[in-house]
């Protein structure tokens, strides 16, 4: 059975920074390109990055020099930093996990989904 938990979300304030993390269980992690979306109230799902197997990543641009994709693929884990949180970033953020090598931003290339995250961003 194939389970992705995100966790680390939560409150902050302008500025400051999270980091996400997302523990995979059930799938051969290293050859699982990884992704992190998020979704917020009355908005469509949008993709913020991804990573290949090999470790490329594709970043939106809002999120461009302010958030950071890794993967540890000894712990199966991976993770988002996020600095410079804007009110805008406010979202629920899910992990995707898909049987692709490539960093894709097509949701529908991914395979599994965590349950999400919240991440609120507010003075």
């Known amino acids: 059975q194939v389970q992705l938990v995100e966790s680390g979300g939560g409150l902050v304030q302008p500025g400051e920074s999270l980091r996400l993390s997302c523990a995979a269980s059930?799938?051969?992690?290293?050859?699982?390109?990884m992704g992190w979306y998020r979704q917020a109230p009355g908005k469509e799902r949008e993709l913020v990055a991804a990573?290949?197997?090999?470790?490329?990543?594709n970043y939106e641009e809002p999120v461009k020099g302010r958030f950071t994709i890794s993967r540890d693929n000894a712990k199966n884990t991976v993770y988002l930093q996020m600095n410079s949180l804007k009110p805008e970033d406010t979202a629920v953020y899910y992990c995707?996990?898909?049987?692709?090598?490539?960093?894709?931003?097509?949701?529908?290339?991914?395979?599994?989904w965590g349950q999400g995250t919240q991440v609120t961003v507010s003075s």
């Open positions: 059930g799938i051969i992690f290293s050859i699982n390109a």
């Open positions: 990573i290949g197997t090999l470790g490329s990543t």
């Open positions: 995707a996990a898909g049987k692709i090598r490539w960093a894709s931003g097509r949701p529908d290339e991914y395979n599994y």
